[in-house]
C-alpha cells in the first residue's frame, strides 16, 4: 500500500500567518493527490484536487503544490475559519491512502 | 449538486451487524463510485472501500476485505455498508462519499453515522 506521512500533527498558528503542511508519498502517485479540511464534528471537505487545483467555493488564499513525492497545502493570511484538521488523500491507486492529518490551533 | 443523506446513529452490541446506508439525490447513483472512509473518535480518515453502482464491483483496503460489505440499491439510489462481527474497534463514525472522476474524487459527502458498539 502507498503510505502518505503527513506532517506535522499538529501546528499552533495565529491569525494571518502562512501555513504549509505535507505530505510525502511512498511511491510515484503523479498528481492524484486530494486536500480536505474537516471542522469538528463535520465532514470532510475538499480543498484541492489533482495535487494543485482549488475545489469550487475554496478561497484563494488556499494552494496546492507538488514537488516530487512531496505534496503541500498552503493557507496564506490564515483565518480563523481555517482553522480545522487537513487531511491529504492519494489515489493514484487502490487501496486508497489518507495521510494522518494535521490539526491547526490558535496560539 | 449531489447530496448524499446517510442513516442515523447506531448503538449495537459485540459481535453482531450493522448495516448504514447512503441516499444520492441529485444525480443518478451509477454516475459515479461510491465510497465509504471510517474516522474513530479523535482520529484520521482510513478509506474502507468503494463500490461501482453500474456493476456492483467493488475494492476494498486490505483490512475491511472480512469486515465491510459494500452494495447499491439502483432503484433507491442507496448505497450500503454492512459492517459484521462488531467490536469496540468499530466504534466511529463512517461517512460516504462520491467519485465520479479523477477531478470528482470525494467532492461531495454524507453528514457521516455514527456507530457505538457496547454491551
Known amino acids: 500500500d502507498i503510505q502518505m506521512t503527513q506532517s506535522p500533527s499538529s501546528m499552533s498558528v495565529s491569525l494571518g500567518d502562512t501555513v504549509t503542511i505535507t505530505c510525502r508519498a511512498s511511491?510515484?502517485?503523479?498528481?492524484?493527490v486530494n486536500w480536505f479540511q474537516q471542522k469538528p464534528g463535520k465532514s470532510p471537505r475538499r480543498v484541492i484536487y489533482r495535487a494543485t487545483n482549488l475545489a469550487d467555493g475554496v478561497p484563494s488564499r488556499f494552494s496546492g503544490s507538488r514537488s516530487g513525492s512531496d505534496y503541500s497545502l498552503t493557507i496564506s493570511s490564515l483565518e480563523s475559519e481555517d482553522v480545522a484538521d487537513y487531511h491529504c488523500?492519494?489515489?493514484?491507486?487502490?487501496?486508497?491512502?489518507f495521510g494522518s492529518g494535521t490539526k491547526l490551533e490558535i496560539k | 449538486e449531489v447530496h448524499l443523506q446517510q442513516s442515523g446513529a447506531e448503538l449495537v452490541r459485540p459481535g453482531t451487524s450493522v448495516k448504514l446506508s447512503c441516499k444520492v439525490s441529485g444525480d443518478t447513483i451509477t454516475a459515479c463510485y461510491m465510497h465509504?472512509?471510517?474516522?474513530?473518535?479523535?482520529?484520521?480518515l482510513e478509506w474502507i472501500g468503494r463500490i461501482d453502482p453500474e456493476d456492483d464491483s467493488t475494492k476494498f483496503a486490505e483490512k475491511f476485505k472480512n469486515k465491510a460489505t459494500l452494495t447499491a440499491d439502483t432503484s433507491s439510489n442507496t448505497a450500503y455498508l454492512r459492517l459484521s462481527s462488531l467490536t469496540s474497534e468499530d466504534t466511529a463514525t463512517y461517512f460516504c462519499?462520491?467519485?465520479?472522476?479523477?477531478?470528482?474524487?470525494?467532492?461531495?459527502w454524507g453528514q457521516g453515522a455514527s456507530v457505538t458498539v457496547s454491551s
Open positions: 488523500l492519494q489515489y493514484d491507486e487502490y487501496p486508497f491512502t
Open positions: 511511491q510515484d502517485v503523479g498528481i492524484f
Open positions: 465509504f472512509v471510517k474516522q474513530r473518535p479523535g482520529q484520521g
Open positions: 462519499t462520491t467519485d465520479s472522476g479523477d477531478d470528482y474524487v470525494m467532492d461531495a
